[in-house]
């Protein structure tokens, strides 16, 4: 007898596959690589929700079809293990992050396991096991030992560097690096001591140490990334942050701008993610000019005489130049600070503080500033304008300022309308913005000065010569992007791979040190005098003297390589091997969520590039196509409290009009197709005391339902062991599948999943009737038999190749049910079925096809079928005769039947001559293959 117990078989087959080892996979000559990637989840605490699988199952789907097409499929998993809800549990309970990380990821794997994923777990990874960071280190390492050449417009060793600047002075070395270095003489390079030699070369290292704007939040006294600041809060604790200026380690990723612009041109990547990368890097071409300070004699006794410089894609509007903005960090600021104005420009600059620069950058309607009391000079033609700040403009954007122009940009004019400043026109001809941004279209210009008349790309290239002849300014490329802030003052991360020595420069640790470990420490906050946290470590020096570096790598440290380790997990003397590098070279296909279009996708392909350029890897990009799973959002379900009742009362869905009531969120998991488990209710919530009152409608309490985004604070998270336990994990992978298109977001409803399980049991039902007894015969297959499995597999093939899971889902249920209601029971179609299913259904695919007799092996082994044409080609096509607008009558005919012989057969048929009742005919219309219509 043979039943269908999928809890029962799900577990069987689990422990086979993980027994025999039927995911592991190794380099293998004789058969085309395929490496499928997930982006790998950070482990939290609560451990998977419903939502979260999506793209491991599709991604799973897609890995087994390969196998099955005989590809040599690489599939593994991995944990982004480091990560500041650890850190946080640690602060506040002592216990260490790595014993809460690992739990959590028991978690993962386990329910990953429960869902029947098809992972090489032999390669698994996680970021904060020393084994992988000190990979992580030495790529950190590599990058500190390197600059970027604009000659070769690639990374090279500093040795090269130094060797130019010892034949040729800074001159020789077109380095990306910051614009006022200042320069030297050949002779006056090698006149330097070793000290100051090495000194020099750290402004232009790939990572160096610099002040830089950061959040910074005194509560956690830490750094946080713009990821987890909200609203001027930290995302967790919701306490205050600040802007503060700090010593950092940088990665100059700018160096990278155009490459990972140009780059794009040659992945298989939606044109949204690419358009997002593309503003995110904001490559223009302007111009930088600097307006000199007027002279006053505040600033004379002060010993200023600085220029302000700005970055302009507009410098054909230089002549509408009314004010100056600087950000309110600008250095220049409070030398510039009138004392007359020092206490608004004080004021305002403690309220930026508390604004994060997302939150700037994206608010374009407030209007603040302050004005400092001091004006600059416009350089082409000697006006005053007068300099304000404001928390528009960025410190580390472009060059902190912004000359403004209120009669051609909207952000200035609004400034200019709110502090009653001078907004002249560009020219007499154009009186306010519209008319302004109407010329700019045209690209023409009436201006003043020596652009008078000219053209749009005249009038810029006259302003560029002018301003070069003149060295008050260039025309250059800019970049929104900047450099990446690469250390936070936490102790959950990688220790960075530096010491400093007393003359308070960083040196690089042997790389025979390598890994530098997390160390112990009694508490896992910042010092009482300020340090990180690993300034707690008690005798932790380098070779017993040397200060360590007390920050550590940011979170996307470890996550900016991981595919490579992939590769060769185990390697102890490199990332990976020559051999894997170069068999798996690069991801086939990449999985995850669009949250990672502008962080973590931008800083892997700078890593990439940069292991390119040393010759470590041989691709420029590392993932050739990319899918961004949509979301599935939460079905929130509500129970109606009644208000001012003495005991809590609530009243049930549809009577809840004929009360005062407040809605409240209940866990969908004690909700089943709306109606309420009262007693879990009462149970399992705190402020539901166990005599509350309930009104009922026919005995039952019905909830209100809501679709919203899936969150623990929405109690609409659906735990995925759950339903597997009840329906089978194969019901899940179907049912999530199912639910839409895979890059589309999607409201989850657990009543649809219903219908997926009883899907199931009918396809176990043309194996075994309900006693569990054999149907299988071997009889030869009908036409009809033949194409309903040929459809099935030509239509589930182009679908995967598609990404288009959703149908195949519907497919498969047309199929069953064809194949139902055919009565067919033979092995030669059922068996190609199950090979055609096992991707999306792995585990009943697999028991049904051990029960069939290959009892030896996995089905995971097999090949995927080739569909035939021929059985796909109809033999006879049934036309209905449509009379005087009614469909009257049928007739068959042989497909290839063509027109004319059409017509001719219908007007004799003695039915349709009947249904004429006489009456002319006046046009017949045959529609090949679909329908005949006779007009009267």
């Known amino acids: 007898m043979a039943v269908y117990n999928p809890s029962e078989i799900e577990k069987k087959w689990q422990a086979y596959w993980e027994s025999n080892e039927t995911y592991k996979v190794d380099i293998d000559p004789s058969k085309p690589k395929f490496y499928v990637l997930d982006m790998f989840p950070y482990p939290s605490g609560a451990g998977l929700h419903v939502g979260h699988p999506l793209g491991y199952i599709a991604s799973d789907i897609y890995s087994r079809y390969k196998k099955l097409k005989g590809f040599n499929v690489l599939h593994p998993m991995g944990f982004d293990s480091f ?21 959590n990821i028991e978690t993962y794997i386990g329910q990953m396991k429960n869902i029947g994923f098809g992972y090489d777990w032999s390669r698994e990874i996680r970021t904060s096991s020393p084994e992988y960071y000190k990979w992580t280190q030495w790529i950190f390492m590599q990058l500190f030992n390197s600059w970027y050449n604009k000659d070769t417009d690639r990374a090279e060793d500093i040795e090269t560097l130094e060797a130019l600047f010892a034949q040729g ?15 030297f003489t050949a002779a006056e390079w090698n006149a330097l001591s070793e000290d100051d030699k090495y000194k020099t070369t750290l402004d232009y ?17 830490m750094v946080l990334s713009n990821d987890e600041v909200k609203d001027g809060v930290s995302e967790r604790g919701g306490y205050p942050v600040i802007q503060k200026k700090m010593r950092q380690w940088m990665m100059r990723i700018t160096a990278y701008c155009d490459r990972l612009i140009d780059g794009l041109e040659n992945v298989d990547w939606s044109h949204s993610l690419k358009e997002q990368q593309k503003n995110w890097i904001g490559r223009s071409q302007g111009a930088s000019v600097k307006f000199p300070v007027a002279e006053s004699a505040l600033l004379k006794e002060r010993g200023f005489e600085g220029k302000v410089e700005v970055f302009t894609t507009r410098i054909d509007t230089i002549y509408g130049v009314s004010f100056m903005v600087l950000a309110p960090e600008h250095e220049w600021v ?13 004021a305002y600059k403690l309220e930026t503080q508390k604004r994060s620069e997302l939150d700037r950058m994206s608010d374009v309607k407030t209007v603040s500033g302050a004005f400092t009391g001091s004006y600059c000079v416009n350089p082409v033609n000697g006006e005053q304008v007068p300099i304000w700040i404001a928390d528009y403009v960025l410190a580390g954007y472009g060059t902190g300022a912004v000359m403004a122009v209120p009669s051609g940009d909207q952000r200035d004019w609004n400034f200019a309308k709110h502090f009653n400043l001078p907004i002249p026109a560009i020219s007499d001809a154009q009186q306010n913005l519209e008319e302004a941004a109407d010329a700019s279209k045209e690209g023409k210009y009436i201006n003043s000065g020596m652009i008078d008349g000219m053209e749009y790309q005249e009038a810029v290239d006259t302003l560029i010569n002018w301003i070069e002849a003149n060295k008050v300014g260039k025309g250059k490329i800019n970049y929104r992007l900047r450099d990446a802030v690469f250390a936070r003052q936490r102790y959950w991360g ?59 790598m ?7 390589w991981y595919w490579y380790r992939y590769m060769d997990a185990k390697n102890e003397d490199a990332f990976a091997s020559k051999e894997a590098l170069d068999y798996w070279q690069d991801v086939d296909l990449y999985v995850g969520g669009t949250e990672h279009a502008t962080g973590h996708l931008l800083y892997s392909r700078f890593w990439n590039k940069f292991l390119k350029d040393k010759g470590f890897v041989k691709q420029e990009e590392f993932a050739k196509k990319l899918i961004n799973q949509g979301m599935i959002q939460g079905r929130s379900s509500f129970v109606y409290r009644v208000k001012n009742t003495e005991i809590p009362t609530f009243v049930s869905f549809g009577l809840r009009k004929e009360y005062d009531t407040q809605r409240l969120h209940v866990d969908v998991n004690i909700v089943d197709n709306d109606i309420l488990d009262v007693e879990a209710f009462k149970t399992t919530r705190i402020d539901v005391p166990a005599n509350s009152e309930f009104i009922l409608e026919n005995g039952k309490y019905h909830c209100g339902s809501e679709v919203e985004k899936m969150s623990k604070s929405k109690y609409n998270v659906v735990n995925p062991d759950i339903l597997v336990d009840r ?22 409803d657990t009543k649809g999943i219903e219908g997926t399980s009883r899907f199931l049991k009918k396809l176990w039902r043309l194996f075994f009737d309900q006693n569990g007894e054999s149907l299988l015969v071997d009889e030869k297959a009908t036409p009809e038999e033949l194409k309903a499995l040929h459809k099935a597999i030509k239509k589930v093939g182009s679908d995967i190749e598609t990404f288009s899971f959703n149908t195949s889902v519907s497919t498969f249920m047309i199929c069953v049910n064809e194949l139902t209601d055919l009565k067919c029971h033979k092995k030669e179609i059922l068996e190609l079925l199950l090979v055609v299913i096992s991707p999306y259904a792995p585990h009943i695919a697999e028991e049904l096809w051990a029960k069939i007799g290959n009892e030896e092996g996995s089905i995971t082994s097999q090949e995927y079928p080739d569909f035939n044409e021929e059985y796909l080609k109809e033999s006879d096509i049934e ?7 009614k469909v009257r009558v049928k007739l068959n005919f042989p497909a290839e039947t063509g027109k004319e012989e059409i017509e001719k057969v219908v007007l004799a048929n003695a039915d349709v001559i009947k249904w004429m009742d006489g009456k002319p005919l006046r046009k017949i219309i045959v529609v090949p293959k679909k329908i005949v219509n006779i007009v009267v």
């Not at 009138?338 to 004080?346: F, R």
């Not at 940011?554 to 900016?560: D, E, F, K, Q, T």
Request: glycine share 8%; proline share 11%; with cysteine.
């Open 494 to 552: 990688e220790p960075v791979p530096v010491y400093f020595k007393e003359n308070g420069l960083p040196y690089l640790v042997d790389e025979s040190d390598l890994p530098i470990v997390l160390p112990e420490i009694d508490e896992y906050k910042p010092t009482e005098t300020g340090e990180p946290p690993l300034g707690r470590a008690k005798d932790w020096k380098y070779k017993g003297k040397y200060e360590y570096e007390m920050s550590t």
């Open 169 to 183: 002075g800074s001159a020789a070395a077109h380095a990306v690096c910051d614009d006022e270095l200042p320069e």
């Open 334 to 346: 409070d030398t510039l600070t009138t004392p007359e104005q020092k206490d608004a420009i004080e």
């Open 554 to 560: 940011p979170g996307w440290a470890g996550s900016s």
């Open 205 to 221: 290292r790939l990572t160096y140490l610099s002040e830089s704007m950061v959040n910074f939040c005194p509560e956690l006294g």
């Open 727 to 748: 329906y089978g994990a194969d019901t899940l992978r179907l049912y999530e599948m199912f639910l839409g298109p895979l890059t589309e977001a999607k409201p989850w």
């Open 83 to 103: 990560g500041l809800p650890a850190e946080q549990y640690a602060i506040q309970t002592g216990q260490h992050p790595a014993i809460t990380t690992e739990k």
């Open 879 to 885: 036309y209905p005769i449509q009379i005087g607008g």
